[in-house]
């Protein structure tokens, strides 16, 4: 993890957005505060319409807060009207403008800050460089493709020079190969400028792989905010771990708490250590979860966790996918590299045991 | 199978369409034809001559109601149509509320009040007027034309504005855009094509309207419209023939016009 200086470029305090009157009324955003680092690539992650992207049109200026204040550097924002905020958005329809060039697009925003022509000419320039289109300058924006169209969306918000960048799922009209590109290229983009990047997607995987931070959201309110590694290990919830890959979730009964790691007892007697979200003590009866890929199917002979029967075997090529019914009834997930070619060694109905690694056990908030 | 279906083959389709088509064309043809009579008869051709439209042009009254069409048409067109583009931008840049419908109606008001009403009522109304002020010009018939144009110059302004995607003005505010320079340069821009066409639209239909002109206009104020009226009281020569056939060129010079200028558009 790259060392993020401490200055906030954003803080949303106790944010609430309501839309609608009387009986119709939605929350959109539900009492909502999260702070935004200087320089960070800042991730907000969750499903269709849990408000990601009213949280980023109150921060450009679309709409405003029902309840709470948005701080950009310390100052309050509220009485400036978008077209004063030094903050820039990256659309989702890219809403580039269809009379002007690729050119006079990107110069557009400098234009309007009444730049001198030279001034622009040189930045617009930079700009086609920096996302490799020079070639493209005098086409009309109609006459390019859509990961074109989603460069010069790009560039015309990062050549004013914006303090904060709002991008609103900016890769969900791209096709899969052109999104893993450009999911570097942004990367390669915001370490260039150095500017502050908010990043809105409902694909967890784009999140992991972009995001300094991530913020996972659901129904209006943030549920967790953390590093991917945070978010992923350590899940605090149960939407979070759910909605972050895959899961197994399981019943746990905690014996002793020692510094920040507990020991639990599984349904099949087994006793495992594991972790806990900070600021909480867990007692008694808790959920857990173990990611697939840190578990292993192992002989049934071996010392082992848990035991159960394999139920399918899914060949995935990179891995394995092993659905084990444990002695309980549960089911169980168990990823497992394929590292060496030929069969896994284990057949469908064969009894095994499953193995946890240490410490990969997280306790969530109940 | 699917071809027994289609609408064209359908018993007496062909029959219907052909005299709608005959219906249609058939008398503009003839009125067409006869302009270019060499005899004084609207009904025996005599053979192929230009007289008609010499005699038109020679004809200082024929010139002169002309003019005068042509200064209204112009002047209540371009009013109608920046008037259109108001009403136009506050009808649809607005959340839906109550009432909205109401003001649909209100601004398309003289596509709903019978014209002769109009005419009768601003016939009164400008009365009144020219006694208090005194003034007699060609005020009066360039605003009634305005008020009836404005419907027309509206819906295609308002039908592009509607088509047109909003988060290109949000997309403008974002980048350091006043509201008046994101009208300039992005709405503006953009809602041309419905402007011209608003503009067009309201412009043959102000060179084309006899009723309101005929009530509202003082002595001497004849358009050609309600020149040609009056003189049909008198006997027809081809003459009227032959200033039809250029109002019509000219009108369907004008929509060819705008037909061309609104696809190199788009
Ligand atoms: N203008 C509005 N009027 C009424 N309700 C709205 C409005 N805008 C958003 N909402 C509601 O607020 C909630 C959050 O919407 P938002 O657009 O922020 O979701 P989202 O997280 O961006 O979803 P998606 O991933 O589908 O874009 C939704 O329930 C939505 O229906
Ligand atoms: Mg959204």
Redesign the interface.
Known sequence: MPDLPDKNAIEVHGVRKVFGTGETQVAALDTVSVSIRENEFFTLLGPSGCGKTTLLRLI???DFPTEGEILLYGDDIAPL????RP???V?Q?Y?????MTVAQNIG??LE??GKPKAEIDARVTAMLKLVKMEQLARRRTSQISGGQQQRVALA??LA?QPKVLLLDEPLSALDYKLRKEMQIELKRLQHETGITFIFVTHDQEEALAMSDRIAVMSTGKILQVGSPWDIYDRPAERFVADFIGETNFMDAEVISVAGDRATVKLLSGTDISATFPAGTTPDGKVTIVVRPEHARVVAASTKSALSGVIENIVYLGTDTHFHVKLADGSPFIVRQQNSRSGPCGFDKGESVGVDIASDVAQILKD | MARNFSIQRQTGFTTIAVICFVALYAPIVILVVYAFNSGSSIANWEGFSLRWFAQAWNNNQVIEASWRSLRIASAAAVLATIAATMAALATTRTAPYRGLTFKYAFINQPLMVPEIVTAVALLIFFSRIKVATGYSGLGYLILAHTAFCIPFAYLPIRARLEGM?L??E??????????W?TFR??TL??LWPGILAGLMLAFVISLDDVVITNFVKSGGQDTLPTYMLGQLRRAITPEMNAISTVFLLLSVGIVTLFFFISRKQD
């Not at chain 1, 809403?95 to 009379?99: D, I, K, V």
């Open positions: 450009a200026g679309f009207p978008p077209f004063k903050v820039n958005t659309f329809s809403a580039l403008f269809p009379h557009f925003g309007m800050l015309r918000a004013p | 995607d988060t290109l949000r997309a403008a505010a974002d980048l350091y855009a006043t509201p320079q340069r992005i821009p953009l």
